[in-house]
């Protein structure tokens, strides 16, 4: 009971923000983005940086370098500090007008990698959750987000399924990247269905036992 009272908990933050502007879910980042690298910023100029390709995690590209489009701040978005040489990231990308750029409009594809932890920032927090930068954020040890991620890419439409035919509990993974998408995954069910509290907390009992 404690744990499905946890899940609810956790996907009632998320599926109940709002805001002029919904940040992206960590998975839909991933689905989103045509391109996504991991690399260090080499270069910065006034509209672009540069940035040299470590590991490719999905897409291809023939270049170990890659210019993209800077963010722009704006109201309800900003990047949490100056680009600097030697940042490094996981860059997950878009093409626009022939440039790459950052997947959302919230700069939610630039993944910052420091200590060998890799942070997702976010507008909320959930249990577990940390800031970087004064920033909420999620944090990945770095070797766990790449496994992650990767498979995450590979059982994309088998996750899918298993919310339609309401198996998804059942899916476990010891992977923190993959415990995350799980429970946005069950709040996205949950939005569809346009479930109340209660009716959450009974739907997650029945789909427990299921």
Not at 21 to 39: A, D, K, M, Q, T
Not at 78 to 107: C, D, E, M, P
Not at 174 to 191: D, H, P, R
Request: hydrophobic share 40%; glycine share 6%; proline share 0%.
């Amino acid at each position: 009971m404690k744990i499905i009272f946890f899940l609810v908990l956790q996907i009632s933050v998320i599926t109940n923000i709002k805001a002029d502007y919904s940040r992206l879910l960590f998975h839909e980042v991933l689905n989103l983005s045509e391109l996504i690298v991991l690399g260090e910023i080499k270069v910065v100029d006034s509209l672009y940086f540069y940035v040299n390709i470590k590991e490719t995690l999905k897409g291809k590209t023939e270049s170990y370098s890659i210019k993209i489009r800077k963010f722009e701040n704006w109201s309800c978005a900003s990047r949490w500090g100056k680009y600097k040489v030697h940042q490094k990231g996981i860059f997950a990308l878009n093409r626009k007008k022939g440039n790459w750029q950052i997947t959302g409009f919230g700069n939610e594809g630039e993944m910052p990698i420091e200590n060998e932890n890799l942070f997702f920032i976010t507008t909320f927090g959930l249990k577990g959750g940390y800031t970087y930068k004064k920033y909420s954020a999620l944090k990945f040890n770095l070797t766990d987000a790449k496994e992650g991620i990767k498979k995450y890419l590979e059982i994309e439409e088998e996750l899918e399924k298993m919310i339609t035919n309401k198996t998804l509990l059942s899916y476990y993974s010891k992977n923190e990247v993959l415990k995350k998408i799980k429970i946005e995954l069950i709040g996205k069910a949950f939005s569809a269905l346009n479930l109340n509290y209660e009716e959450r907390a009974k739907w997650l009992k029945l789909y427990s036992e299921k």
